[in-house]
């Protein structure tokens, strides 16, 4: 099955910091997800990208389908981002099923 | 919306007990998922529906463990009997699969404690 590979698998930064994180996968897919777990556990939809560029407020994703990676791009971090991010994705097909990442851990300090 | 609706939130049974999580997906969704999350193995997808047809339960760890869902807005996911391994938080979700590509919505997940 596919692999999904996230980098790196933990991240400290200080409030107000910049970072990028990324996801790498290893065959085509037709759907890509970033998703946020929060401290209290909640998976929160941050993009659905499978390919192309979007932003949300601090929050930005990339996915450049023809090399097999995704990056999402924290701004200016504050402490609520802090939590697991993970990657998912969907190679398509009638029963297909997303498939997820091992998650990056971010811990943002006031 | 409400979004994906999971019951209980919370659940503390003893080891040989029946457990029954449930979930409403997203009205107008016909795709629906039960996730299991634990330190050890991370997020599992254990069973997953089209249109309430099973399509992979090949997530489902064994016998005891069994899922249903019998409309368009409800699922169950029972384990009889339940063992202390079984402890983990139970997420469900759903999404749309009328394309290609899918958005998938998750609940705010059961937290099961066998003792």
Not at chain 2, 46 to 62: Q, R
């Amino acid at each position: 099955g596919i692999q999904v590979e996230q980098s790196p698998p933990d991240l400290i930064l200080q409030e107000g910091a910049n970072s990028t994180l990324r996801c790498n996968f290893s065959d085509s897919v037709n759907n890509l997800q970033w998703f946020h777990q929060n401290p209290w556990g909640q998976l929160i939809n941050l993009f659905y990208i499978p390919s192309g560029t979007k932003q949300n407020g601090r929050l930005s994703a990339t996915t450049v389908a023809t090399e097999r990676y995704s990056l999402l791009y924290i701004s200016s971090s504050q402490t609520t981002d802090s939590g697991v991010y993970f990657c998912a994705v969907e190679q398509g097909g009638a029963n297909s099923k997303l498939t997820f990442g091992k998650g990056i851990t971010l811990s943002v300090r006031p | 919306d409400a979004g994906v609706i999971q019951s209980p939130r919370h659940e503390v049974t003893e080891m040989g007990q029946e457990v029954t999580l449930r979930c409403k997906p997203i009205s107008g969704h016909n795709s629906l998922f039960w996730y299991r999350q634990t330190m050890m193995r991370g997020l599992e997808l254990l069973i997953y529906f089209n249109n309430n047809v099973p399509i992979d339960d090949s997530g489902m760890p064994e016998d005891r463990f069994s899922a249903k869902m019998p409309n368009a807005s409800f699922s169950t996911l029972k384990i009889q009997p339940s063992e202390p391994r079984d402890s983990a938080v139970y997420f469900c979700a759903s999404s749309i699969r009328d394309r290609v590509g899918y958005e998938q919505y998750f609940g705010p997940g059961t937290r099961l404690t066998v003792t």
